[in-house]
């Protein structure tokens, strides 16, 4: 079959014909929903949208989850909640922020082969019923519950976790503070960018019946930094951060044009899919070339615009993932998305919800309620892990000419070619350094707990520095935004016991 069949023929052109999320809000914990029943619940709300039966599906994607661990693989116990019996049934192998972008195009192009005929993807997330559970089992003893952190440091601690960068919160405000130093902003200045999109985030959640938060913030209430919106990691406050706390499933299926028409779904009904690109960053983040920008992610973006010959003048909404201020300000400077129009139709992770690894799922069931009111094209940039995975895709409320199925979309090799230097790792080395990125920890008392300091020695090798944060002097140095730290040279000095500091 030449290409201008395949590009042409309704049996292979993948649509999204039924959409659904859920949230899960219980007065009593035990009362809540698991993991698996919110996808259950998902489900059954995109098959009603969609008028079709879940037994129907012969592929079912499901997004890792990590709230109820105790559930074991979920792709058999979720088909027979379900009654379905896919012949291609599989979940995926951790649970990353790309991941529902990445099963929608492995859906898409399975249609695109002829191989699927009724594709389901989904997720959830129940933190805030496990969390709930676990506070009960307690007893009133204080027991904190951080699946993310348990997750991220099950392991013997590395190098970067003994300085503080154990978790996503940790390592996202060195790309912040390098990227703010790079665009020649203040501190003023990157903050009030981050608290211009957050607000919109915020008005975005509020009208947005699958949010999870539903009250506007305005950019002032973004910036104050008070017990209700206390500091996390510099720049970073509770307000600018993932909202993981919640309990959401949301999920969607996916068939051929030709299978759509044949069961009557009309046409304004079909959202069409698009093509995507992925790339990813070193899982060590001490093994990237750069804090102040992402080969990676400028090469899924960059990719899915040449893929679907667009531009950013053809995208009615875009969805940025924005786990962190830092993501969707890089992404949007890549896109050439305005920092005055709304870069989610979601609402953000902080408000719409965070619910790990399934934050695109809504963000596509979002995607494919807005295009079936209005705009013709969406853009979805989803991202992962520690900075770490990167995959785009898009949505049409009308045929995307350029779009052809089965695609790689596997642009690693694209981002490698791009990628500069890695910088030599050195564990031990005390003398002269400047500052390459920093950020300071903060207890739940918002007083500071700890700090790191990503150096370069003079021959440009990469270390780590603790920060005292008893030295007011330099605390304020870090964090008063009256200089520019990124770049300023220091000492890296031995503390005994395999430790090194930082000293201005």
Known sequence: MGQETKMTDPELIPVIIGVGQVNDRPEEPDQGLDSLGLMVAALNVAAKDA???LTEIDSLAIVDQISFQSLGKLPEPLAAAIGASPKINYQSDAP?????????????????AGETKLAAIVGAEALRTAAGRAAKAAKGEDKSYNAIRQVATRREPNYSQLHGLSAPVDVYPLYENATRAAWGQSLAEAQDESAQIWSRFSEVAAANDGAWIRKPAAPADI???????????????????ANSSVNQGAGFLVTSLAEARRRGIAEDRLIYVGMGAAAKEPANILWRDRYDGSVSMETSINRTLALNAMTVKDFDHVELYSCFPCVPKMARRTLGWPADKPATVFGGLTFG????????????????AKLRKEGRYGFLFANGGFATDNHCIVLGSEPIAAATFPQDYDYQAEAEEKRGPVPELVKDYAGPATIESYTVFYGRDGAPKAGVVVARTPGSQRTLAHVDVSDAAMLAFLTDGAAEP???????VALGEDRFGWRA
């Open 51 to 53: 008028g079709v039966s």
């Open 96 to 112: 990353h922020g790309d991941t529902p972008i990445r099963l929608l195009n492995e859906a898409a192009n399975r249609i695109g």
């Open 223 to 241: 910036l104050r930094v008070d017990e209700r919106n206390r500091p996390i990691a510099f720049p970073y406050s509770k307000l600018m951060v």
């Open 353 to 368: 919800g965070g619910p790990i690894a399934n934050y695109m799922s809504h963000a596509v069931v979002s995607m494919v």
């Open 486 to 492: 990124v770049g300023t040279a220091g000492e890296v």
